[in-house]
Antibody
Framework: EVQLLQSGGGLVQPGGSLRLSCVASGFTFSNYAMSWVRQAPGKGLEWVSTISGPGSSTHYADSLKGRFTISRDASRNTLYLQMNSLRVEDTAVYFC???????????????WGQGTLVAVSS | DIQMTQSPSFLSASVGDRVAITCRASQGISNYLAWYQQKPGKVPKLLIYGASTLQSGVPSRFSGSGSGTDFTLTISSLQPEDVATYYCQKYDSAPPTFGPGTKVDF
């Protein structure tokens, strides 16, 4: 059974940093690209970033302007999102998600983590 | 970047109704289109990928169609548990943009 267990959310002041983690199980982690998607309160889904299975290729939403870094550790079956220079508008529930096939590039998302709230406020 | 739109933004229907939600891409994306269902307070769930392929375990009352720029998610007989917001997502290339969502309620 595929499981994605997230941790690392919380309250942070504007300008601060936070790292989200997503531990994967039930599939061969290094074979699949992984993504982060966020949802601001009362709003729709917004794609944040994707990293390839080997970790050699990454994609980011233009709106992040280099503040976020996606990474993965195959030895720990863990996906990360390092978030720096956080802004009030980054407040959202962040979901990690597994891509659905073995293709290179972005793909549909077939399994999602439970979500973790990041609240940016002074 | 390719923009995704959905219509309607809100849909009110009755149990047993046939419901259709439209998703439109600003440029052609072949069949690289997925549909997700998100119930209130819950995690998004994949319903359909490849524009028309039903994800395993999803009830057969859900179906998808379309190619290029115009796509449709159809619920053949709306059930109470289908109250949710539905999102399309294109994944032909980065960024894999989501549509703004369609809220379905009674």
């Amino acid at each position: 059974e595929v499981q994605l267990l997230q941790s690392g959310g919380g309250l942070v002041q504007p300008g601060g940093s936070l790292r989200l983690s997503c531990v994967a199980s039930g599939f061969t982690f290094s074979n699949y690209a992984m993504s982060w998607v966020r949802q601001a309160p009362g709003k729709g889904l917004e794609w944040v970033s994707t990293i390839s299975g080997p970790g050699s290729s990454t994609h980011y939403a233009d709106s992040l302007k280099g503040r976020f870094t996606i990474s993965r550790d195959a030895s720990r079956n863990t996906l990360y999102l390092q978030m720096n220079s956080l802004r009030v508008e980054d407040t959202a529930v962040y979901f990690c998600a597994k891509e659905g096939s073995l293709i290179i590039g972005v793909d549909y998302l077939d399994y999602w983590g439970q979500g973790t709230l990041v609240a940016v406020s002074s | 970047d390719i923009q995704m739109t959905q219509s309607p933004s809100f849909l009110s229907a009755s149990v047993g109704d046939r419901v259709a939600i439209t998703c439109r891409a600003s440029q052609g994306i072949s069949n690289y289109l997925a549909w997700y269902q998100q119930k209130p307070g819950k995690v998004p769930k994949l319903l359909i990928y490849g524009a028309s392929t039903l994800q395993s375990g999803v009830p057969s009352r859900f179906s998808g169609s379309g190619s290029g720029t115009d796509f449709t998610l159809t619920i053949s007989s709306l059930q109470p548990e289908d109250v949710a917001t539905y999102y399309c997502q294109k994944y032909d290339s980065a960024p894999p943009t989501f549509g703004p969502g369609t809220k379905v309620d009674f």
